[in-house]
């Protein structure tokens, strides 16, 4: 084992490219049927038409077609953080592998998702979003979470393509979580733990200053090493 920045690098496990092209994911959308708008996607609709910006035009763009969607067949829902505004959304994922461990911790502590933010910059799409783990809080080098950033190239400036959209992104982030074997922090507590210290895990939760300082660590990292310097990737093909 080698150390980075105070945690533990397994080359079998972190600091790899993780390779999702969007035209390799499912598409909800497409397989969605026709629904009726609802207030929020009609709105949305309305916003794209009047945006200003090209930039602004692609959000409200992207985002009015998820509202569209199923996406809960999906396994993951959308909301914005504020009404005014569309550059932070809180996003829920759930519905993961049974057979994964993301999903027997999830029903160990009684986790029914896991919550993310995405903010988007002014330059977006061609700047990525910001995206974190706002809660549950995983253990230690596991689902590629590092104290709430997301090791991650597409969600670095480097990695990043315009041509992604946010369903893409966000089904990517879901797979990522399973792939990497996430596990959760107080979901295998010490023989004698309370149920009230699995609800203070359950509960806790990452801010957004330990997740950037988290996400610079890893992108410098990550321009010095490259994204695969373990080979693990590639192993899985």
Not at 52 to 60: E, F, S, V
Not at 121 to 131: A, E, K, M
Not at 144 to 173: H, R
């Amino acid at each position: 084992d080698t150390h980075y920045a105070g945690f533990v690098e397994k080359p079998d496990l972190h600091y790899v490219q993780v390779v999702e092209r969007p035209a390799a994911v499912a598409s909800a959308t497409a397989s969605s049927s026709w629904k009726e708008p609802s207030r929020e996607a009609v709105n949305m609709s309305l916003r794209a038409e009047k945006e200003t910006t090209g930039g602004k035009r692609r959000l409200a763009s992207d985002l009015y077609k998820i509202m569209m969607a199923d996406t809960k067949e999906a396994g993951f829902s959308l909301q914005p953080k504020s009404e005014d505004s569309m550059d932070k959304w809180t996003i829920k994922l759930f519905q993961f592998d049974s057979d994964s461990n993301l999903h027997k911790d999830m029903v160990s502590l009684g986790v029914d998702h896991i919550e993310l933010e995405m903010s988007f910059p002014d330059q977006y799409p061609f700047s990525p979003p910001f995206v974190r783990v706002v809660r549950p809080r995983f253990q230690r080098q596991t689902g590629f979470v590092m104290n709430g950033a997301l090791c991650m190239e597409l969600l670095t400036n480097e990695g990043w393509n315009p041509v992604n959209d946010i369903e893409s992104v966000i089904v990517s982030i879901r797979s990522l979580l399973v792939v990497g074997d996430g596990r959760l922090e107080g979901a295998q507590p010490p023989v004698g733990t309370s149920t009230s210290g699995k609800k203070r895990a359950r509960d806790e939760h990452y801010s957004m200053a330990e997740a950037k300082a988290a996400y610079s660590h890893l992108s410098d990292y990550h321009k010095k090493k490259g994204w695969d310097s373990s080979g693990w990737w590639a192993r899985k093909g």
